[in-house]
Structures are given as structure tokens and as C-alpha cells.
């Protein structure tokens, strides 16, 4: 026997001949066959791929089950049977990868928990609490009002505010300071 023969047959059977076997009668010896020849070399290569012995196993099960239930669909003018039988391999490695890669998804996790939609009286109290404060803003000089605007409503640091507007960094501060102070009062009183 040459190599070529070697590769091809088992047992003298060709390997062609023992997948049809599986997929036409569900032939177990077979199947045994196929899967004492592959079963090795499936593992060596699963091995070389980065697979722990236990993983190798584990996907060589899952391999020789894919050959079991799926032998009808091996068409020879696509790969022989050793091609086809290490591409499943390559895929399963493939697809146990990607899932060790995706974390599972913890149910429990308060980020995934919806909200709780907010009570009726908490709504109401809020708007009451706007239009308190929209009002009180109102009253206010309408420098102090857009100091406040621009550091609470846009964010922007006092320095930022201070080159802005042209003022001293100290200017800023005290009349924020200032402001805050006014609108407090005017909160205060409006209770």
C-alpha cells in the first residue's frame, strides 16, 4: 500500500465508502471505524491548536457526532473526507473560542434591571420643584442667572466661564458664590 492508499482506506474500506456506510444505513462499525482512525489525529491537532487535552476530548465527541448525524450531507467533489472531517474540527475550535471570548449574560445584573417607573407624586413633586426654580431664576439679575446657566445647566468650569466672559477667575467665583446665595433666598422665601 502507498501512502495515498493509506490516506484513503481503513481497513482496507475506502473512506468514502465508510461515511456512505454511516449515512445510508447508520452503519456502527463504520462509525467505529472512522472514528478509531480520526479520533487521534483529530486530538494532535487539537492540541496543536491550543485545546487542553480535556478540551480536545470534549471536541473530538462533538466532531465524531457532527460525522454521525450529518454524513449524508458529505458531497466528495467538495473535500475528501479527512478535509471535511478537520474542517468540522477547525469550526467547533472555532465556535468554543468565540464563546469562551462572549461572557454570559448574569440576569441578576442591576445594569440589565429596568427602572422602576417613577411614581406619580415623585413626577409632580419634580415638575413643582422646575417651575421653582425656572421662577426663582427669573428673579434673579440676569449676569447671576447666566453664570449659573453656563456652570450648572452647560458644565463648564470657572475657568472655562472666565475666559469666555472676559472676567478674573476670582470675579467668576464670588459672583457664582454670590448668585447661589440669591437664589437660595428666593427659594427659601418661596415656601
Known amino acids: 500500500m502507498n501512502d495515498v492508499e493509506f490516506k484513503t482506506q481503513i481497513d482496507g474500506r ?15 462499525l463504520a462509525f467505529g471505524a472512522l472514528f478509531g482512525h480520526f479520533a487521534p489525529r483529530l ?3 487539537l492540541l496543536r491548536l491550543g485545546c487542553d487535552s480535556g478540551c480536545a476530548e470534549e471536541l ?3 466532531v465524531m457526532l457532527t460525522v454521525w448525524r450529518r454524513a449524508e450531507t458529505y458531497d466528495p467533489a467538495l473535500a475528501s ?22 461572557p454570559e449574560i448574569d440576569l441578576e445584573d442591576p445594569a440589565l434591571v429596568p427602572s422602576a417607573p417613577e411614581a406619580a407624586d415623585d ?6 420643584d422646575t417651575r421653582r426654580l425656572r421662577a426663582a431664576l427669573n428673579e434673579l439679575p440676569v449676569e ?23 472676567l478674573p477667575l476670582g470675579t467668576v467665583k464670588s459672583r457664582l458664590r454670590l448668585a447661589m446665595e440669591r437664589l437660595r433666598r428666593i427659594l427659601r422665601d418661596q415656601r
Open 60 to 62: 473530538i465527541q462533538e
Open 123 to 128: 413626577r409632580i413633586e419634580r415638575t413643582e
Open 81 to 102: 473526507v479527512p478535509t471535511w472531517i478537520f474542517t468540522i474540527a477547525r469550526n467547533k475550535r472555532i465556535d468554543l473560542l468565540r464563546l469562551e471570548r462572549r
Open 14 to 28: 475506502p473512506l468514502i465508502d465508510l461515511v456512505g456506510a454511516v449515512a445510508q444505513n447508520r452503519d456502527r
Open 43 to 45: 486530538k494532535a491537532y
Open 144 to 166: 447671576q442667572a447666566e453664570l449659573l446657566r453656563l456652570a450648572y445647566y452647560e458644565d463648564k468650569a470657572h475657568s472655562t466661564i472666565s475666559l469666555e466672559r472676559g
